[in-house]
């Protein structure tokens, strides 16, 4: 699934430090905007207990796990839009993501200079939030006359986009993101085919200090961030980005005890990377046994024939069936044998949707 989630931020908000974390990339940094010029790549596994319990009842010679995209993008300032900063660099480099991962500043620190010289995660929000609001109206507005007038020769296509178009235009003139309008599975298509950069997911990131990291709800900064994503019906995720880029230098045991000393039951990271996978609409399914134990990445409505494929484009050319089973029923049952006598070992053809967790063995002829 080449599909890949998108760091933004003001700059000096904790992008890179949160992005060095997740990759260990180590991406530059330091005090002062610009740092990171050009986008900078990681690949991270995707954290998922399901594959160690897997690799008990069905062992394999070592197990894999699948991995997911991150993208650090370098900070974007006000009038991006317009080209301020490295703006129209920044800007494209957002519209080749697939979501957007919005870092914001909700830690107070007079060491760590501020782009505004304030810590204001709303004024932070409405920032960014504007200049891609922005940008996009001003591809919808060249794109509006040009539709308009072909419109005019009531040719299907141009009054079916028009009519979109028509939709999208005063809600971005009100400032708002094109994500806050309905559509229906037609118009979706269109819209789709605009890459517009306020139609991308968004979860929203509060950069906290280490010692808020056991009850992050009590930073007055959190809150403001949190009730803002649930008005925009988006997510919102507190971490500390410089502490678990500590953390991410630690081995196994020594990780354990520093979240257990810290409060904590799990690294930021291992919610940040699921909350993004899933903010994407990923899913995860498994082949067991023998060789690998592996997790695989799909998108959710994928159907069987479609899914073998992210193994091999011949699974799904000569798909016959798939032998599936969920995790629930393996964990539960305690092996395969015990999992096709409860009658839960299924044989699935071309229309069945895979569903997160499934256990698959392909049956192909090519």
């Not at 931020?9 to 940094?29: H, R, Y």
């Not at 900078?40 to 897997?54: F, S, T, Y």
């Not at 037609?186 to 509060?206: D, H, I, R």
Request: proline residues 3%; hydrophobic residues 40%; aromatic residues 8%.
């Amino acid at each position: 699934m080449a599909l890949t989630a998108g760091i933004v931020g003001l700059p000096n908000v904790g992008k890179s430090t949160l992005f060095n974390a997740i990759t260990k990339a180590g991406a530059e940094m330091a005090n002062y905007p610009f740092a990171t010029i050009d986008p900078n790549v990681g690949m991270v596994e995707v954290p998922d207990k399901r594959l160690a319990r897997i690799d008990e009842v069905v062992p394999a010679k070592k197990i894999i796990h699948t991995t997911f995209e991150f993208t650090d993008i370098a900070g974007i300032v006000k009038g991006a839009s317009k080209g301020e900063g490295l703006g129209n660099k920044f800007l494209e480099n957002i519209r080749q993501v697939d979501a957007i991962v919005h870092v914001v500043r909700a830690f107070d620190d007079d060491n760590i200079t501020h782009v505004s010289d304030k810590v204001d995660p709303m004024d932070d929000i409405e920032t960014i939030n504007l200049e891609l609001v922005f940008a996009d109206l001003d591809s919808v507005t060249k794109r509006y006359a040009k539709v308009e007038k072909v419109a005019r020769t009531k040719d299907k296509d141009a009054l079916a986009e028009f009519s979109i178009l028509q939709k999208i235009k005063p809600v971005l003139e009100a400032g708002h993101a094109v994500r806050s309008i309905e559509f229906d599975e037609e118009e979706e298509k269109y819209v789709k085919g605009m890459f517009l950069l306020t139609n991308k997911p968004v979860l929203y990131v509060a950069n906290i200090a280490e010692d808020d990291m056991a009850d992050p709800d009590a930073n007055k900064y959190v809150k403001l961030i949190e009730s803002f994503a649930k008005e925009e019906g988006s997510e919102c995720l507190a971490v500390s980005a410089k502490t678990e880029e500590e953390i991410a230098e630690l081995d196994d045991e020594d990780k354990l005890d520093f979240l257990e000393a810290a409060g904590v039951e799990e690294s930021g990271l291992d919610r940040l990377i699921r909350a993004s996978y899933k903010l994407l609409g990923l899913a995860t399914f498994f082949t067991a046994g023998g060789a690998e134990t592996r997790a695989w990445t799909f998108k959710q409505g994928m159907k069987a024939p479609q899914v073998a494929g992210v193994i091999h484009s011949d699974f799904e050319r000569g798909f016959i069936r798939a032998e599936t089973m969920s995790f629930d029923d393996l964990d539960k049952n305690g092996s395969v044998a015990a999992v096709r006598e409860a009658g839960r070992l299924r044989s699935e053809g071309k229309e069945y949707v895979v569903q997160d967790g499934d256990i698959i063995e392909f049956r192909f002829n090519v």
